[in-house]
Structures are given as C-alpha cells and as structure tokens.
C-alpha cells in the first residue's frame, strides 16, 4: 500500500495493437495470451459491489460468508457481506491507537486468517502485526526485530506450517525512509515460527505484496518502487528462502502505477496489482492478461463459496469477477 501514487494510465501502441480487450460494467479484461482462456470465461464482467472508501486494501474472505477489508485512512475493517450490506467490523476503539498520530497514517493493511479462522492483521499504525482470538482480544505476534520496531507491517501469508510471512516497508510512516521514527535501516521481509522472528529479505527498497505457489515452493514478493519488481524467492525446508528470480519486471512499461497486493490460484497463475488492475501471470512468469479498473487497484483475494470469485480493492471501491480456477485462500 502506497496512499500518495499519482493516479494515470498511458498505454504502448503495440499493446493496445495485440490485445483484445472485453468490456465489462465496471472495467475490462486486456487479453494478451490465449493461456488467459483457461482462467478468463469470455463473457466475465467486472462488478463494482460498493464504494465510497477511503483507500480500501487487504481483502480477505471468512469461510462463513463475507469479506473483511481494511479502510486505511479511517482506521477501519470494514465487513460486506453479498447482500450488499456493509458495516464495521473492527475500528479505532478496539485498537490501542496511540502511535497514529505518530505514525501518520493509520489504521490496518494487510488481513489473513489462521488455521482456526482467527483473523490475523498487518496492524499498520501500531507498527506490528496481530490476531484477533475468538474471545475478542488481540495478542501481539511480533512488533520487533531485534529490540527495533517495525516500519508498518503491510501485507502477510501464512504458511500451512503456521508460520508466518510479512513485509515492512515504510508506507505507515509519515515521512516514510525519511522518517525520524523509523528504527530499523532496511525494508524487509520477515518470518514468525514459535514466536520467533527472522528476517529473510533485507535488499529490498520497498517490499509489498507477498504469497505462496500451491506447492509452497516458492514466496512470490513484489517491490513497488523504485524498481517495480515482481520477485520469485524458492522457499527451503526450515522455511528460509533460497536463490531468487525475478519473476517480471515493469521496467518496459510505460504504464504508471506500482505493484501492490497479490494471490495465487490453485493452477499457480499469479494475480498481482500494478498498472492498470490486475495483472494475470502464469507460473513461469508470463503476462496472459490484466483485469483493468477505472481506479488504482490495491490489492485481491479469494471470495464466494467456490473460491473463484477474485475480489478487488481499489482507490475508493470493492470489485469482483468471477473467474474459472479457484484461487489458494486461507
């Protein structure tokens, strides 16, 4: 999550001149390969389901039947269910908000859950990373790396271990890198396992997004800037990370905005943000296609009783499509 990217869309001739792209109510679908048709129905639409947010970002899907997301700015989880209600689930009075004036901006960002359906979150303002117990209270899982605090926890994953994965850039601080409060020199990427922290990735500029392959294979990482980077890290089995590749690379795009959030369906197809929506890999790296918004895109995940609707926050609204495969969901 980056609040402050200058919203614009230009587009090469020769893309626009070799896709074709299917119009939807509320967006379109770039079609770049024909390896889009196995995931991509030809008559999907894109529906925008609510709106009006300020800044929405780390979906994710309750097996009981709703999405919770986080609304950056107001300090709010918000709740949708698919009848169209939406409410608060969680805001500033159930978090300890007493670093957000500090931290500049506030609120959460990043929201997964657990093997018991605990909902775990990226606890941005407070600069740590928490879990909600069913009994209502949180319990802090990690708020610093070796006696130094986080910058602001933005996106996590856990593995089917229980270990978690997260990334700390700089975004939650008001001056960000520059910022007086920022204790640790790097913006890493870092491990719990039995309370434990590691640090796995410290070379970095700005880590984001972050999700498994299917097989656990690998952690996929994107770097928003100034690198717009999608990385590919093999993970081993202790659960650090060996040799990386970088898996795309936005360099020759002139298209604006950054990488974000991301997810993986069950085929290993990487669904990541960057210009223009979403953008739709296969497992070796390829651009099949992009999901494209009429706003920034900030993050996606799974939804709907068969996990193949992919659910979209954007700059102020919650999209869906509908899509074949179903997607890795926790």
């Known amino acids: 999550m980056r609040l402050h990217w200058v919203s ?6 020769i893309a626009v001149a070799l896709a074709q792209t299917q119009t939807g109510s509320s967006g379109s679908v770039e079609r770049l390969d024909p390896g889009l048709d196995a995931i ?3 008559k999907a639409t894109i529906e925008r389901v609510a709106g009006g947010f300020k800044w929405p970002e780390g979906p994710v ?5 709703f999405l919770l997301f986080s ?4 300090a709010l989880i ?13 805001g500033p009075a159930e978090f300890s908000m ?5 931290a500049g901006v506030p609120g959460t960002n990043g929201l997964t859950l657990d093997k018991q359906g605990r909902l ?13 117990e069913k009994d209502g209270h949180f319990t802090v899982l990690a708020d610093r790396y070796q006696g130094k605090r986080f910058n602001s926890p933005n996106d996590l994953v856990y593995k089917s271990d229980g270990s978690l994965y997260f990334t700390d850039p700089p975004y939650g601080l008001e001056k960000e890198d520059k910022d007086p409060k920022k204790e640790l020199p790097f913006n890493g990427v870092f491990r719990i396992a039995s309370g434990k922290v590691t640090l796995l990735i410290k070379d970095l500029t700005n880590p984001n997004g972050i999700a498994f392959s299917p097989d656990e294979h690998y952690l996929y990482v994107d770097n928003s800037e100034p690198q717009r980077l999608y990385m590919r890290y093999e993970v081993k089995p202790d659960g650090t990370l060996g040799p990386r590749k970088v898996f795309y690379d936005l ?3 002139p298209r604006k905005n950054l990488p974000d959030g991301m997810k993986v369906d069950q085929k290993g197809n990487v669904y990541a943000t960057g210009p223009g929506g979403i953008w739709i890999f296969s497992p070796e790296g390829k651009h099949l296609g992009t999901v494209k918004l009429p706003e920034i895109a900030s993050n996606c995940a799974w939804g709907d009783p068969d996990g193949k609707t992919l659910y979209i926050t954007a700059s102020t609204g919650l999209y869906r499509i509908h899509l074949k495969i179903p997607g890795i969901r926790p």
Do not use: M
Request: net charge positive; aromatic share 6%; glycine share 10%.
């Open 8 to 13: 614009g869309l230009v587009i090469a001739g």
């Open 40 to 42: 991509v129905a030809p």
């Open 61 to 65: 899907w309750v097996h009981s039947g």
């Open 71 to 74: 609304e950056i700015p107001s």
């Open 78 to 90: 918000d709740k949708w269910t698919p009848d169209g209600k939406l409410t608060s689930y969680l």
């Open 98 to 102: 007493k670093d957000v004036a500090a």
């Open 120 to 132: 775990t979150i990226c606890d941005q303002g407070n600069r740590r990373v928490t879990r909600l």
């Open 251 to 253: 360099a020759s795009t």
